[in-house]
């Protein structure tokens, strides 16, 4: 069965890096799109980014540009986000979800990584 | 970049009853790249529907949506207990982002 299953929670200060991870299984890693979703407390879901696991091409949203950097690892069938320079409005659950085509609805989603930004 | 608006913000309504829920884009969406999800409280978000219209594997036939243009609907025939959550909907094929509506929370009156 599909299953992205995404690394612990962490806390960090103000200014420092965070590392993510999307480990995927029951499907070829390869053939489908991998996002991030993020979503602060009480608030809705903010689409961050898309990465092509296959050739590792990515595209980040706009207001995210030169903070973030989506990687995968073929060999273990894992995407990564990190986030850097981070500030408390960057305190969220972040979630990786598939996508077959880079155009189609995120049908499988990890459980959710909570990122706590705090002095 | 496509805004999606949702609305209302929050419906209370009963076990039972019918549940209607709008999502309004700034500038036309392919129907194809409309998609709706639900959310409860500590959870990922679930797809329901996908392509407007069509339901995501196991998705009871109470869920519909409808709609096309600037003006999509998502539809609960007979409320369940279950089904008191946050939906969203998502524009999904219009680069250089994917966007969501800001949700719609369903509550029990």
């Known amino acids: 069965q599909v299953q992205l299953v995404q690394s612990g929670a962490e806390v960090k200060k103000p200014g420092a890096s965070v590392k993510v991870s999307c480990k995927a299984s029951?499907?070829?890693?390869?053939?489908?799109?991998m996002h991030w979703v993020r979503q602060a407390p009480g608030q809705g879901l903010e689409w961050m980014g898309i990465?092509?696991?296959?050739?590792?091409?990515?595209t980040y949203a706009q207001e995210l540009q030169g903070r973030v950097t989506m990687t995968r690892d073929t060999s273990t069938s894992t995407v990564y986000l990190e986030l850097s320079s981070l500030a408390s409005e960057d305190t969220a659950v972040y979630y990786c979800?598939?996508?077959?085509?880079?155009?189609?609805?995120?049908?499988?989603w990890g459980q959710g990584t909570l990122v706590t930004v705090s002095s | 970049e496509i805004v999606l608006t949702q609305s209302p913000g929050t419906l209370s309504l009963s076990p039972g009853d019918r549940a209607t829920l709008s999502c309004r884009a700034s500038?036309?969406?392919?129907?194809?790249?409309l998609a709706w999800y639900q959310q409860k409280p500590g959870q990922a978000p679930r797809l329901l529907i996908y392509?407007?219209?069509s339901r995501a594997t196991g998705i009871p036939d109470r869920f519909s949506g409808s709609g096309s243009g600037t003006d999509f609907t998502l539809t609960i025939s007979r409320l369940e207990p279950e089904d008191f959550a946050v939906y969203y909907c998502?524009?999904?094929?219009?680069?250089?982002?994917?966007?969501f509506g800001q949700g719609t929370k369903v509550e029990i009156k």
């Open positions: 979800a598939r996508d077959y085509t880079g155009y189609d609805p995120f049908d499988f």
């Open positions: 029951g499907y070829t890693f390869t053939s489908y799109y």
């Open positions: 990465i092509n696991p296959s050739g590792g091409s990515t």
């Open positions: 500038q036309s969406v392919s129907s194809s790249y």
């Open positions: 392509g407007a219209s």
């Open positions: 998502q524009q999904c094929g219009s680069s250089p982002g994917w966007t």
